[in-house]
């Protein structure tokens, strides 16, 4: 990931976001997290490894606009380093590779080039997995590469080293001191996963958008961010690396799984005496359980106090007695300790009686939720009619006016996309919204709209884009009545004007090239 400032720190939560990622081929051999592949090749001197274990990553990037979303931005380039594992297969952040239009792996000392794809991406947890496809060209290019080993026994006070190539391939390391293990959003919020903190200065080198970080030429982590002010470093650590590589190898990805529920802690006497803990008590309170998540499915519900997840005592906090780390967040039991598909047993006290709670680890895909939590390689779903843009609620639209334009209907929007429960009790699959008005004489009169959440259309109750689109084909009216949740509550549009308006809009000023997207 490129040398960024600190990502802030997030709420204690288990699980609130979904995880996703795209799957290798089906082809690929199932195997119930079959062991990582992993080579340490021959014996040969530590820099030797590490200097043979690295390319060269460039990657062009062009994502699509939020606001405009029949066009794309101006595409941009990336530069990072990859690690070479075994089978030819190259690890980088997903930052790297996200909305890539070409990929190429280059050796560092020759400038050597072949061609990559993506075998595997889950960009929660922010990693991605690079193949070239075969040739002769790909057999020489990796002829002189050795795959680099994942250690996931790194400790506080470990030694690292995080590695980046010169401008003429030569090996610059920076060496770094683990000062801490916590848990942080890597690149997508709502998902708390492990990272490790590091202190010392680390030179930058242009465009490094993944660089490894590794302890006696093995690989321990990956550079997620750098604050040069404080001299700190967020490494995403080898346990979730291991967890990634594991889930790839069986053909199945799956990602990692989540529990779903939101906690707040009991540190407060006056809350804990409420609450009818006694003062040495474990437990923090849940203070909400997510539809369609692994907590709801076990019957978890909201007021329950969490004391225990696998037999591992949760404290006031939220955390747990690690036994590799110490204290940590309970959401590592989930998230860096299991997979999905396996039993969980969790203990709450409801009602001044301790229940036990059984599922099976789930995660919910980012398509299940009410907002969509990121939206990358693809262009979001939108239906354009008479100059009006409809189209379905994401953080990364919300995220793209900033805290400090977040006012009126943006901040309408914001609230119901951190408070989505009424809207999926209502059965909405997605919350369709109207965005922008364009100036058409249709929409004359509708120019400072803009934020609505659309209710029904032409009396057809609006759950997705889809029904929005069917709404407007099947009117058998000579005008198109739109129901909002806002003022003015109800647009009028004349069906024939309307449908003039939009083969004007097609190849005009805007260069929209299509009225919908809904793949």
């Known amino acids: 990931m490129k040398l960024s400032p600190f990502f802030p720190l997030l709420l204690l939560t288990l699980g609130a976001g979904a995880l996703s990622a795209q799957t290798p081929s089906a082809d690929a051999p199932k195997k119930k ?20 274990s690295l390319v060269k990553v460039n990657a062009t990037s062009q994502p699509y606009s939020l606001h405009l979303p029949w066009q794309k931005e101006s595409p941009s380039g990336r530069r990072g380093l990859g690690v070479v594992l075994a089978g030819n297969r190259v690890l980088v952040t997903g930052q790297m590779v ?34 070239s496809p075969a040739s002769d060209k790909q057999k020489a290019f990796f002829a002189g590469l050795k795959p680099m080993a994942v250690d996931s026994g790194t400790r506080i006070e470990d030694k690292v080293d995080i590695l980046q190539a010169g401008r003429v391939g030569e090996l610059i390391k920076s060496p770094l001191v683990i000062s801490k293990v916590l848990t942080r959003r890597y690149n997508v919020e709502g998902s708390g996963f492990l990272v490790y903190e590091a202190n010392n200065i680390v030179r930058s080198e242009a465009n490094s958008f993944t660089l490894p970080v590794v302890k006696g030429g093995k690989l321990v982590g990956l550079l997620l961010s750098y ?36 906690m707040q802690s ?30 709801e499915k076990s019957g978890m519900k909201k007021g329950d106090i969490l004391v225990a997840i ?10 747990y007695k690690d036994p590799q780390f110490g204290p940590l967040s309970s959401s590592h039991l989930v998230r860096g300790r299991a997979y999905v598909g396996d039993k969980v047993e969790i203990k709450v006290i409801r009602e001044g009686k301790e229940i036990v709670l059984k599922s099976e680890l789930a995660r919910r895909k980012p398509d299940d939720f009410l907002v969509l939590p990121y939206l990358f390689d693809k262009g979001p779903r939108y239906v354009l009619m008479g100059g009006l843009l409809f189209q379905e609620l994401s953080r990364p639209y919300l995220d793209a006016f900033g805290d400090e334009q ?53 009396g057809q109750v609006i759950k997705d884009l889809n029904d929005l689109a069917d709404a407007f084909k099947n009117n058998k009216d000579t005008v198109h009545v739109i129901e909002l949740n806002d003022f003015p509550h109800i647009l009028y549009l004349d069906g024939f004007n309307a449908e003039r308006d939009n083969m004007r809009l097609l190849g005009g000023a805007y260069r929209i090239g299509s009225l919908k997207r809904l793949e």
């Open 406 to 458: 977040r006012g009126g209907a943006i901040l309408r929007l914001a609230h119901i996309a951190a408070h989505p429960d009424k809207y999926e009790e209502e059965g909405r699959r997605k919350l369709v919204f109207l965005s922008l008005v364009l100036p058409t004489p249709s929409a004359q009169g509708y120019d400072k709209l803009g934020g609505q959440v659309i209710n029904k259309v032409n």
């Open 33 to 52: 997290r079959a062991a990582a592949p992993a080579e340490n090749g021959a014996a040969v001197p530590q820099q030797v490894v590490q200097s043979n």
């Open 227 to 262: 604050d040069s002010k404080n001299q700190v470093t967020t490494i995403l650590p080898a346990p979730i690396i291991e967890h990634f590589l594991k889930d790839v190898a069986d053909g199945s990805y799956e990602g990692f799984p989540s529990l779903g529920m939101e």
């Open 310 to 319: 696998n037999g591992f005592s949760i404290d006031s906090r939220g955390d």
């Open 98 to 131: 996200a909305n890539a239009t070409y990929i190429e792996l280059e050796l560092p000392e020759n400038g050597q080039k072949v061609p990559a794809k993506v075998v595997a991406v889950d960009y929660e947890a922010n990693l991605a997995l690079l193949e």
């Open 266 to 295: 009991t540190m407060d006497e006056q809350f804990r005496e409420f609450l009818g803990l006694k003062p040495d008590a474990p437990g923090v309170l849940i203070s909400a359980v997510m539809k369609g998540g692994s907590a």
